[in-house]
């Protein structure tokens, strides 16, 4: 059975669902991304699988995914870091939600969250290649000159960052 993800209107209520293999680009959805920092104000980066659809082997956020049939937010972001990265986070702090056009149209729930640098990540490998800890000014840095490294619209995705010292 495939998973059937929500569709919501305009104004991100629910409408509908959607089986996700469909790839209708007609529909909005929700999508949720988390950025994990650590106790030196690092952030932890994904590198995504080689057979990825999209982006593939292309440095993200920490984790992301598509908010499924009975799942919220909350539940989606929780359920992919522990998926993705192997680990349970013990809070979430809710970040900006923005409403992003591309190949198909969706709203991305962002949350932020914080775990020690000495964290071991069990990378689930259908889904992450690699991560890594990078300074937020290097993270700058690097998206700016080489953009090719990073996934589509990373640029907006940077602006939804915690502020400095937040966490």
Known sequence: MTARIIIVDKNDLPIGHQERSANDREIISRITG????????????????????????KWGPA?????????????????EVEEELGVRIPSVTYGPKIFITDEHDFFCQWFWA???????????????????WISRNDLLEE?????????????????????????
């Open 143 to 167: 998206s700016r000159h080489y953009p090719e490294r990073f996934i589509t619209k990373f640029t907006d995705y940077l602006e939804t960052l915690p502020p400095e010292n937040s966490l």
């Open 34 to 57: 988390i950025w994990i920092l650590n106790e030196k104000g690092e952030i932890l980066l994904a590198q995504r699988a080689k057979t990825k659809r999209y982006d593939p082997e």
């Open 63 to 79: 984790a992301a995914g598509t908010v499924e049939e009975g799942e919220t937010y909350e539940s989606n972001i929780r359920k």
């Open 114 to 132: 914080t775990v020690a640098s000495s964290t071991i990540f069990e990378l689930q490998p259908e889904e992450v290649l690699a991560v890594r």
